[in-house]
């Protein structure tokens, strides 16, 4: 069955530098691939959408790439603010839907 | 934006009551829109998926008859959680799909069965 694997449980990185956060799956070959941002007691909030063809896609701050041969999505943020803090998760398609990673808490310290 | 809601936000029950939580796009049609469930600090898990006017398509190990899922009309699904109990609290999260990929998720409804 389809694994969805993001790459740490929490990250803290500080103020202005450059968050990366990694997705892997396997066992399958998704057509594409979403990230969303879901905040505590919140619903997940779409940021970006990439599919198998594209390698990568960018929105502001926000850059995502998708790898079909290493299996692995990167997303990054760059001069990454406080506000920037919450949880991010993949979410490769899988037919009609989509697979949910377990996502990254990510925390920007000022 | 795609909005979609969900109400209400929080309800608390006793155990052996139903529940309907309804979910709502508020500025487009969605053709299909699925149910989750989300258990604290984990990932959203697929219950459902339906299709206005046809009858849901539920993941395995989730009950039919536990959570009945009504998409009368393209901007309306309802969950019931029947005779509830406290293994049912959780964090109810549906989202809805137009034509195209992206799925818009509402804003969750917090379960307590007491």
């Known amino acids: 069955s389809q694994k969805i694997e993001q790459n740490s449980e929490a990250l803290n990185i500080q103020e202005g530098k450059t968050a990366t956060l990694t997705c892997n799956y396997t066992n399958y070959s998704p057509a594409y691939l979403q990230w969303y941002r879901q905040d505590p007691g919140r619903g997940p909030v779409f940021l970006l959408l990439?599919?198998?063809?594209?390698k990568e896609k960018r929105k502001e701050r926000l850059k995502v790439t998708f790898d079909t041969t290493l299996k692995q999505s990167l997303f990054h943020i760059t001069a990454s603010q406080p506000a920037d803090s919450a949880t991010y998760l993949c979410?490769?398609?899988?037919?009609?839907?989509?697979?949910f990673g377990p996502g990254t808490r990510l925390s920007v310290l000022p | 934006g795609a909005v979609v809601s969900q109400h209400p936000s929080r309800v608390i029950c006793k155990s052996g009551t139903s529940v309907k939580i309804e979910c709502r796009s508020l500025?487009?049609?969605?053709?299909?829109m699925f149910w989750y469930r989300q258990f604290p600090k984990k990932s959203l898990m697929l219950m459902a998926t339906?299709?206005?006017?046809?009858?849901?398509?539920?993941e395995q190990g989730v009950e039919k008859d536990k959570f009945l899922i009504n998409h009368a009309s393209l901007t309306l699904s309802t969950l019931t959680v029947t005779s509830a109990h406290p293994e049912d609290s959780s964090f109810y999260i549906c989202?809805?799909?137009?034509?195209?990929?992206?799925?818009?998720f509402g804003p969750g409804t917090r379960l307590t069965v007491l």
């Open positions: 990439i599919r198998e063809n594209e």
């Open positions: 979410a490769p398609s899988y037919g009609q839907n989509f697979v």
């Open positions: 339906s299709n206005e006017g046809s009858k849901a398509t539920y």
């Open positions: 500025d487009f049609q969605a053709t299909t």
């Open positions: 989202s809805a799909r137009d034509d195209g990929d992206t799925q818009y």
